[in-house]
């Protein structure tokens, strides 16, 4: 018997029983659709990633309030309140910009509150209070009006800049400019406009307020600590020594002896972005490991439902054993019906995990994420390589017991 007639047999007897061949290779589809999908969820993020800290810049340096290990996030990331970061911090940056490389440095002090214009309201809306130097640190232009100064900042001065989408949420196609909106009990008169610029930093700027920092701290939310702080480096080979500077600054400033009492984290955008690489690919090591026992699972599962096949075909296999068939014969076909069905699984689960993957990338790109859609070759590879192992190890056992059926005991098995 050649390879072709035990191909075909092999499709007839799996046809024969559909639904069985479905279930044997669910578990199968289940697990390489998972592989498939966290592969390409893993590099949509890795790519998300990038963008965000791309748009900061690869000449920011990012000072976050609280201490963390080297190769990881501060607690003011996840949303603990830590209140080391000060306006005097600020200022002491400030003065020695020139000897720290630094061209601007700002502070920031972000908050929700509920936001008025006429009969237009957001709720929880955000807004964060910055330093004059904003527009130097971030490289924001702006469409309309102009940036705050100074003055306006030490005076406490009730001013807003709008992000592109908050303002035409507020008047749609009307003019902003010396309009007034109410943030909480306050009243802001609108001085500027900024152009689109999309998420930054896993935040929609363009829904976002500005206002002097001064005016976020001491009016708005009634206190005196930073959100953060950011310097722009005034040329990108002195960020390691920029960054080294602006610790020994902060650590005098904050009266430290040592760097294991540090109360601050002092990042680059390189930095970050490998931090964020190394968190994603954990992440995505991590929930491989777990599609992994649902593919031991699923080969399981096929070896189970085989041996029930082999059982059932007792007399099938003893018929062909005594018209000439060899155990090798029938090993092959056993085989080949193992292999089909992983194969077919393995396809299946691909196509599902890419048209899940493709969906996750829709709803992020709509919450205005740069997100991409990456099924990569290699994971293709990788999953069908996989369930044809899989095939051929939990195979074997089955058919091996198969093509050992002494064809008279087959043959009288009811």
Request: net charge neutral; glycine share 8%.
């Amino acid at each position: 018997m050649n390879f072709v007639s035990i191909f075909q047999l092999s499709l007839k007897n799996l046809r024969a029983n559909p639904l069985r061949s479905f279930l044997t290779m669910l578990g199968l589809i289940i697990g390489i659709g998972s592989v498939v999908l966290i592969m390409s969820v893993g590099a949509g993020a890795q790519v998300l990633v990038l963008s965000q800290v791309n748009k900061i810049g690869s000449d920011l340096i990012g000072v976050l309030p609280g201490a963390s290990d080297a190769k990881g996030p501060p607690a003011s990331v996840f949303g603990i309140q830590v209140k080391t970061l000060i306006n005097d911090d600020i200022k002491a940056l400030q003065d020695s910009a020139g000897s720290l490389h630094l061209k601007a440095v700002a502070g920031y002090a972000q908050g929700q509150a509920k936001m008025v214009y006429e009969d237009r309201v957001v709720e929880g809306g955000s807004f964060m209070g910055v330093s004059a130097t904003y527009p130097q640190v971030e490289n924001v232009t702006l469409a309309q009006g102009g940036f705050f100064t100074p003055a306006d900042d030490d005076g406490l001065a009730r001013v807003a800049v709008l992000g592109s989408e908050i303002a035409k949420e507020f008047f749609d196609s009307d003019n902003p400019m010396g309009k007034t909106i109410k943030i909480k009990r306050e009243n802001f008169k609108v001085v500027g406009v900024l152009e689109p610029r999309g998420t930054v930093a896993f935040a929609n700027q363009d829904k976002m307020v500005l206002m002097p920092l001064l005016t976020a701290q001491k009016v708005m939310l009634g206190w005196r600590h930073l959100s953060l702080i950011r310097a722009k480096v005034d040329n990108a080979i002195f960020v390691d020594s920029a960054i080294d500077g602006v610790k020994q600054l902060l650590r005098a400033q904050h009266k430290i002896d040592s760097t294991a009492d540090d109360d601050f984290s002092v990042r680059a955008a390189a930095q970050a972005i490998d931090m964020l690489k190394t968190i994603t690919s954990a992440f995505s090591f991590f929930l491989a490991a777990i599609a992994a026992i649902s593919l031991l699972v699923g080969g399981i599962g096929i070896m189970n439902i085989m041996l029930v096949a082999v059982t059932e075909r007792y007399r099938e296999i003893g018929l062909r054993k005594a018209v000439g068939a060899t155990s090798a014969h029938v090993l092959k076909q056993f085989l080949l019906e193992t292999i089909m069905i992983t194969i077919l699984g393995s396809v299946i689960g691909i196509v599902g995990g890419a048209i899940i993957s493709w969906f996750i990338s829709i709803v992020v790109k709509y919450l205005e994420y740069d997100w991409a859609f990456i099924v990569s070759p290699a994971s293709v590879i990788v999953a069908v390589a996989v369930g044809t192992f899989i095939g051929l190890i939990f195979g074997y056992y089955p058919a091996r017991r198969a093509a050992k059926l002494d064809p008279i005991e087959a043959l009288r098995y009811e």
